[in-house]
């Protein structure tokens, strides 16, 4: 894994806007096509300066759902609507804003139930998609690549278990299966982020049931990764957690301060976090208190998907500037947030909007850069 070792480098969380033919790719099923936008995709990444790039998702469904086509033992419940507990208290609290806005927090959305064993079975899919990812960055010039695999505490976020005897047993099915995606990852030589929205997401609802439910519920997450992860080097190992990308008031989520343990219990050589919007850009003060392990990067995020507003280079650097002081201009990398399209026909801000908070913040990453090694 690279590391700033002259410069900030920059990068981002994973999931960008697909195009209208990058949609229809993915709908048809055509390899070619889809491939040739990941070229496209991964060119403009390029252009605009970020250094370490990936596909853009663009092979996936979505970040997480991706994986249960590519499992068995899952099967779809069109006709159940699972609530959505990941949006903790906001959905009572906001209640008027949620039906008007985000329906999807009042009423549920259909899932999914694990009746079967859970085998991992998407090998010739994530070997097509890393094939895609490194062709097209073999022709353009970046500091490194990653490709994002969904972690086990995020499969079936809105799924239940009817086949495993216990909840650990199905935790570690999961992992088991996901091992096997993370290891395809590997042995194409690309860096593997694993994705963990719902680790943070589940706060709130759980605490409200007890603060030892939550804490039982994650660690047993954590320990099924690090099982998945076992024997991968950690400095080919990204781990990204944030507290959903959904556009809703986030006054439920939880403190960095309450599961950054946790976070760093994962063993990873890099941690991404949301640090752009409003509720948790102060947190980078955390970083005081809480010390980096040695041999750590920690990526935080410098621009947001949150808004439409384009960050000014000067505040990216600042933002950048504040991090270096407490963790070390080497131990850190410039992200985002969260992504900015987590399902295929999803987009957070508009392409346009997107491209130029890249822009600038690679701009950002220079005026810094500047700054900090003259």
């Known amino acids: 894994m690279k590391r700033s070792e002259n410069r900030i480098l920059t990068t981002h969380v994973g999931s960008l806007i697909r195009s209208k033919a990058a949609l229809e790719a993915s709908k048809k099923h055509n390899a070619q096509q889809l491939a040739q936008e990941i070229e496209e995709i991964v060119a403009h990444q390029a252009k605009v300066g970020i250094d370490i790039v990936n596909d853009g998702e663009f092979g996936k469904s979505g970040w997480a759902n991706y994986i249960l086509e590519r499992m068995s033992g899952f099967e779809p419940r069109p006709n159940k609507l699972y ?8 959905r ?22 694990c009746v079967g064993e859970i085998v991992y079975n998407g090998y010739e899919d994530v070997r097509r998609n890393l094939a895609d990812l490194k062709a097209a960055a073999a022709k353009v010039k970046v500091e490194d690549v990653f490709f994002t695999a969904v972690a086990p505490a995020s499969v079936g976020y809105d799924a239940e278990n009817e086949y495993y005897k216990s909840e650990e047993d199905y935790v570690f099915a999961i992992a ?16 593997l982020q694993v994705d963990d929205a719902v680790l943070a997401n589940m706060f709130d609802h759980l605490t409200q049931e007890s603060p030892k439910r939550y ?8 320990a099924a990764l690090n099982m998945a992860l076992e024997g991968i080097p950690q400095d080919r190992i990204r781990y990204h957690i944030c507290f959903g990308s959904w556009h809703v008031p986030h006054v439920a989520d939880a403190q960095l301060s309450d599961i950054v343990d946790l976070m760093l219990k994962v063993n990873a050589g890099a941690y991404s976090i949301e640090a752009a919007n409003v509720r948790h850009e102060h947190e980078w003060h955390l970083w005081k208190d ?69 822009e600038s913040l690679a701009e950002g990453a220079k005026l810094a850069s500047k700054e900090l090694w003259g």
């Open 83 to 90: 609530e959505a507990v990941w949006l903790g208290r906001d």
């Open 92 to 113: 009572i609290r906001f209640a008027d804003f949620m039906k008007d806005q985000f329906p999807r927090g009042v009423v549920g959305s259909p899932g999914h139930a």
């Open 176 to 191: 088991k299966a996901l091992r096997e995606e993370y290891l395809e990852v590997i042995k194409a030589g690309v860096v």
């Open 215 to 222: 804490r039982e519920w994650a660690e047993l997450r954590v």
């Open 290 to 358: 809480v010390k980096l392990p040695a041999g750590k990067i920690l990526i935080p995020g410098i621009i947001t998907h949150h808004t439409t507003t384009v960050e000014h280079p000067k505040l990216i650097a600042e933002r950048i500037i504040n991090f270096a002081k407490v963790v070390g201009k080497e131990n850190l990398i410039a992200g985002t947030d969260c992504g900015f399209a987590q399902a295929e026909g999803l987009q957070r801000v508009h392409p346009q909007v997107m491209w130029a908070k890249f």
